[in-house]
């Protein structure tokens, strides 16, 4: 009795972040639902030079219309923040402004949200990793002759990175994000809040290696 009733002072007594944590192995998905919205989580497996490449995707449950966008997403590791990379800072990675390197001058060739028949974001496969027939950016969209991104590259980009937006009641739609470059050696793991419709759901994101 004693017990259980310290171990109910304990949970009290921490903060709401850590007791609604969602954690587990974040490239097969995570999932944090509510009476208001079903939130889909997928981290990639691996680092696009040096940054963490997250999938989001939210099914709003609460009845209205709600906006969404990147604001809506925090990244910590720890108590210091990590931004999300800008559409201008990626635009400038393919054009190989950003940073010398040969892994920089190659696309983020990330896989596009699912879609069903109707055109409209599919979730109910959004559990694992993205599905591999769909196709990313290709690397060949790259011209490293003239350091200058593809039209259709950057395009692609735009189509698959988180905007703002409005979900529809009852509707799917979400995006992808990519973090700033991460110190790998000394970013083990990163939480991600993701708020909606008046809540927060928090998961914890362990950082590839």
């Known amino acids: 009795m004693i017990r259980t009733l310290f171990a109910a002072v304990l949970i009290a007594a921490m903060p709401a972040s850590a007791q609604d944590m ?4 974040a490239s097969a998905g995570l999932v944090s639902k509510t009476a208001k919205a079903e939130v889909h989580l997928i981290a990639d497996p691996a680092l696009n030079d040096r940054r963490l490449v997250l999938k989001i995707v939210i099914l709003n449950l609460s009845g209205a219309a709600q906006p969404f966008g990147p604001d809506a997403v925090t990244i910590a590791a720890g108590d210091a923040p990590i931004a999300i990379a800008s559409r201008a800072a990626l635009i400038a990675d393919l054009s190989g402004a950003g940073s010398a390197s040969d892994e ?106």
Not at 22 to 25: A, F, L, P, Q, T
Not at 110 to 131: E, H, I, K, R, W
Not at 164 to 176: H, L, V
Not at 177 to 197: D, H, N
């Open 104 to 209: 920089t001058a190659q696309s983020h060739a990330t896989a596009a949200l699912p879609t069903n028949g109707a055109g409209q974001t599919d979730v109910t496969s959004f559990t694992g990793g993205m599905n591999s027939g769909v196709a990313g950016i290709p690397n060949s969209s790259i011209d490293r002759a003239q350091r200058r991104p593809d039209a259709k590259a950057v395009a692609q980009i735009d189509a698959i990175l988180l905007k703002p937006m409005t979900i529809r009641a009852n509707g799917a739609d979400g995006g992808q994000l990519l973090t700033e470059r991460l110190k790998r050696s000394k970013t083990p793991e990163v939480t991600v809040a993701i708020a909606f419709a008046g809540e927060t759901h928090h998961f914890a994101v362990k950082v590839p290696r």
């Open 22 to 25: 969602i954690r587990g192995d």
